[in-house]
């Protein structure tokens, strides 16, 4: 299994930037894929942004719209999450998630039930 934990989240005005991380450990060789999503109270988990483990390939959700950018350090087992021009409706709880192999599911990147392993999240808070 893997075990993952979130970190960086925190309170930051509109228009801010904050870095999320997510540090992998266990069986990390077996990881094929890693995102993120989030959720706000009352609502459902939503898909932001996903990377391939190996070849770095990255898939958005539309209303990133190049504001956050998704990154990994192999090296060090290791997502991150770049987020700049932070807006109110951001405010969530952010999830990082791992694929662990490649098995086909017939599940789409965007959504949860294509991951194996979560994090417990960490809080965002974008307010004035």
């Known amino acids: 299994q893997v075990e993952l934990v979130e970190s960086g989240g925190g309170l930051v005005q509109p228009g801010g930037s904050l870095r999320l991380s997510c540090a992998a450990s266990g069986r990390t060789w077996s990881i094929y894929h890693m995102g993120w999503f989030r959720q706000a109270p009352g609502k459902e988990r939503e898909f932001v942004t996903a990377?391939?483990?190996?070849?770095?390939?990255?898939t958005y959700a539309d209303f990133v719209k190049s504001r956050f950018t998704i990154s990994r350090d192999n090296a060090k087992n290791t997502m991150y999450l770049q987020m700049n021009s932070l807006k109110p409706e951001d405010t969530a709880v952010y999830h990082c998630?791992?694929?662990?192999?490649?098995?086909?599911?017939?599940?789409?990147?965007?959504?949860?039930?294509?991951?194996?392993?979560w994090g417990p999240g960490t809080q965002v808070t974008v307010s004035s």
């Open positions: 998630a791992a694929k662990l192999g490649n098995k086909y599911t017939g599940y789409p990147v965007g959504t949860p039930n294509y991951y194996d392993a």
């Open positions: 990377i391939a483990w190996t070849s770095g390939s990255t």
